[in-house]
């Protein structure tokens, strides 16, 4: 999803709206396709003086296995987009800091996806206290209690 940077790149306006719905579900990631769910975008992309920047958040619904008890389930997870969006860089070091947008237009859906890579909890956990699956006979410790002495 391509937004047109250029009306406010050129000072013809200041601000330009984002609302939309991004979909990941054909993304693989942590071996399945965990994000089935629509990811819903809000904000918008504006100019300060000279500075075009990014300013959203998006709502991303992780669905995997939880790391313990391997039970589906959901985690939210709400991404704050702030970025700076530049049409060139001055110093080449700044490939991390800013986003670049040479024919000033910038790829939504590449950035959120982006984001949502890099923020992806370590641990999808179903619940935080999650008790996982007994290492000896297998039950799910959330739901059953065993006889393993597991020490
Ligand atoms: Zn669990
Ligand atoms: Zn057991």
Known sequence: MLIDLKPLFCGECESIDISCQLDFSDE????????????????????????????????????????????????????????????????????????????????LYNLVFGETVMNLPSLHLCKEDCKGLCPTCGVNLNTQNCNCNNN
């Open 28 to 107: 693989t990631l942590l071996s399945g396709k965990p994000l089935q769910k629509p990811v819903t975008v809000k904000g918008f992309i504006k100019r300060r003086a000279q500075v075009v920047f990014f300013d959203a958040s998006a709502t991303v619904t992780v669905t995997a296995p939880c790391d313990r008890c391997c039970t589906v389930c959901d985690e939210v997870l709400d991404l704050n987009l702030s970025q700076v969006i530049v049409k060139r860089l001055e110093n080449e070091d700044d490939d991390d800091t800013y986003v670049l947008a040479p024919d000033m237009k910038v790829d």
